[in-house]
């Protein structure tokens, strides 16, 4: 099956501010988080999807389709959440349901309902009346219910209260079963990226660092506890490191190495995925 996204070389110029050059493949049925500090590029990049922001360079496909070309089929098989919207406050969530679904053919109104629901929205309250964290549950029912191949969420939890950020979390999960679409989100809540992400796209300073599978990041970051002094050069691997102890992410390397040397280690332990982003950002 055909990709849903293709971003190739793209860069865009804000002030100071420089993203990419970016390069990113969505396939189906895959969730990506994108993940990075305050300010490096999360949202610009999602807009620039959108054709919501112009591009300086490269160029970016949704379902085979460059963006910006004229043709704007591929909107149809995308709902986006932005962080912000505006010129939705004089509107009941009752009138913007019925705008909303009238333009998505494939719209899920048990679903819509279900979320509604579970969220306790007040549909006959306008918008612009309801509370930060009321507003963006009824947001995301109106986008998750379009039910498009390809969801692109911007911080959809940010506002969320504990209980509700779990039912959104079974409810992504659900959404995904049904096969054959795609989520793109960024978040700093650590519990949505360790729960839905298979993929970890992480941008530092608008540079991409990488597009990591979850499982193989968690799995690659070890840190041990050493029984004998660190040479002085750096271990292959390593990362980090702090009296007796180092960070590696490559333990087989690492591991061979200390063997060759003979350098023991008392104790051996995967990193927190918390952990492993923090690396990834800071060091
Ligand atoms: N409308 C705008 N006008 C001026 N600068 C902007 C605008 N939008 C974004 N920027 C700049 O682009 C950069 C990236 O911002 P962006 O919102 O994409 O970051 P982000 O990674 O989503 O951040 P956060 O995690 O804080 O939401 C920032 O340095 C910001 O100052």
């Known amino acids: ?110 679903l819509f309902i279900e979320m509604i629901n579970l969220f306790d929205v007040p549909l006959n309250k306008r918008f612009g009346k309801l509370s930060q964290g009321v507003r963006q549950k009824l947001n995301l029912a109106l986008t998750v219910a379009r039910n498009t191949p390809l969801l692109v969420l911007d911080e959809p939890t940010a506002f969320m209260d504990i209980p509700s950020k779990k039912f959104f979390m079974d409810i992504l999960v659900d959404w995904m079963d049904k096969g054959d679409r795609s989520i793109i989100i960024t978040s700093h809540q650590v519990e949505d990226i360790k729960k839905l992400s298979d993929y970890l796209f992480v941008l530092r300073n608008g540079k991409a660092i990488g597009n990591f599978e979850k499982e193989a990041l968690t799995e690659n970051y070890k840190r041990y506890w050493l029984n004998g002094l660190l040479p002085n050069t750096a271990i292959p691997g390593e990362v980090s490191r702090a009296n007796l102890q180092i960070i590696s992410n490559k333990p087989e390397k690492t591991e061979v190495f200390l063997q060759k040397n003979n350098i023991g280690w008392i104790d051996r332990k995967s990193l927190e995925l918390e952990e492993i982003i923090t690396l990834l950002l800071t060091t």
């Open 1 to 110: 099956m055909k990709a849903y996204a293709e971003i190739s070389q793209l860069q865009k110029n804000i002030d100071d501010f420089q993203l990419g050059p970016i390069d990113l493949t969505i396939e189906p049925e895959t969730i990506t988080a994108l993940v990075g500090n305050n300010g490096t590029g999360k949202s610009t990049l999602l807009k620039l999807m959108m054709n919501l922001a112009s591009r300086d360079s490269g160029d970016i496909k949704l379902f085979n389709t460059s963006v910006s070309n004229g043709n704007e089929s591929w909107k149809r098989n995308v709902a986006y959440l932005p962080q912000t919207i505006i010129g939705m406050d004089a509107y009941t969530g009752n009138t913007l349901k019925a705008l909303i679904e009238s333009l998505y053919p494939n719209w899920d109104d048990s």
